[in-house]
């Protein structure tokens, strides 16, 4: 066999352990459920088998009401807010956030969508979502309204900006300044029962709005 012939078969038989050896990792990763909680892991907030190791992305400061209104999305980021969510989340569900789609500019605002690591669709608090819209027009209203009525926990008066209350439908109005927001947080699907969907809810509602509070600007 001349040198040719030898390095031809040699290359070959590369080529044939090297297929062997892909298939055999590809089949031991698909009997350990834990190599797939996540299509890429750092997506996943608050997971504590995945320590931060990368600065995290943080928004800018919105000035004047007029830099909000240009680019609402870019007061927080998708990663802080997520980070922020991760700990009531987890009590709530037992599980963990991870990103969903990016944030999408919504009229008067912004929402940030995030849905359960590792869990079904039909799973209930599969996915939240979490808005926050200025309220131009009606946010004195909505603010002394929601601290006119009486209710139990959690509702009422909010530790967040000069002011903020939490009303139904896990809905808190805040002040800042000579604006109002309002930040919602909706998770889907429901639990059949949902009467306790709001003291549920609450605790995201409010670490949202503490961040949002250092964000956005008051006049």
Do not use: W
């Amino acid at each position: 066999m001349n040198r040719r012939s030898i390095a031809l078969v040699v290359a070959g038989v590369i080529v044939v352990a090297a297929a062997i050896t892909f298939f055999v990792v590809r089949a031991g990763d698909s009997d350990n459920p834990d190599t797939d909680i996540s299509a890429d892991r750092s997506n996943v907030f608050g997971h504590p088998g995945q320590p931060s190791t990368q600065p995290l992305p943080t928004g800018r400061p919105a000035t004047v009401t007029a830099d909000f209104v240009r680019e609402p999305c870019a007061v927080v980021t998708v990663e802080e807010l997520g980070v922020a969510l991760a700990q009531p989340f987890h009590l709530v569900s037992g599980t963990f956030l991870r990103r969903d789609r990016p944030p999408a500019v919504k009229a008067g605002g912004c929402g940030y969508s995030f849905i359960a690591d590792g869990s079904d669709a039909a799973e209930t608090y599969h996915q939240v979502e979490v808005t926050v819209t200025q309220q131009t027009a009606d946010g004195a209203k909505l603010m002394t309204e929601c601290l006119a009525r009486t209710g139990p926990i959690p509702y009422g008066k909010v530790d967040a900006g000069d002011q903020a209350c939490l009303s139904a439908g896990s809905k808190l109005v805040i002040k800042l300044g000579a604006n109002h927001y309002s930040i919602n947080v909706a998770a889907t699907p429901p639990r059949a029962d949902r009467r306790d969907e709001d003291a549920e809810l609450a605790p995201m509602v409010k670490a949202a709005a503490k961040l949002f509070a250092t964000r956005l600007p008051s006049g």
